[in-house]
């Protein structure tokens, strides 16, 4: 069974940045299309970000293009580059594979910027 662990969350100012990691166990991510969402409490689940199998399409939403970068090394992660942080930003983190409609997510990571 396919499990993703998520990493490198946590506190940062305003204008700052952080990596977000996404590694798997039981199995690897060549043939998954992967994504990052993100949930505020209170809130739905957000996509911000997804990424191909092969790493040749990505898609990022209004609220993080130009800040936020997606990539994947085609075996066992996937990573979000996140830079020029609001406050706005501030939620809990998810990654996701997806193949043949079927999800897997992580557990999350929270990240916090601070004004």
């Known amino acids: 069974q396919l499990q993703l662990v998520e990493s490198g969350g946590g506190l940062v100012q305003s204008g700052g940045s952080l990596r977000l990691s996404c590694s798997a166990t039981g199995g690897t991510l060549e043939k998954y299309f992967l994504g990052w969402f993100r949930q505020v409490p209170g809130k739905e689940r957000e996509g911000i970000s997804c990424?191909?199998?092969?790493?040749?399409?990505v898609n990022y939403a209004e609220s993080v293009k130009g800040r936020f970068t997606i990539s994947r090394d085609n075996a066992k992660n996937t990573t979000l580059q996140m830079n020029s942080l609001t406050p706005e930003d501030t939620a809990i983190y998810y990654c996701?594979?997806?193949?043949?409609?079927?999800?897997?997510w992580g557990q999350g990571t929270q990240v916090t910027v601070s004004s």
């Open positions: 990424i191909s199998t092969r790493g040749g399409s």
């Open positions: 996701n594979a997806n193949r043949y409609g079927v999800d897997y």
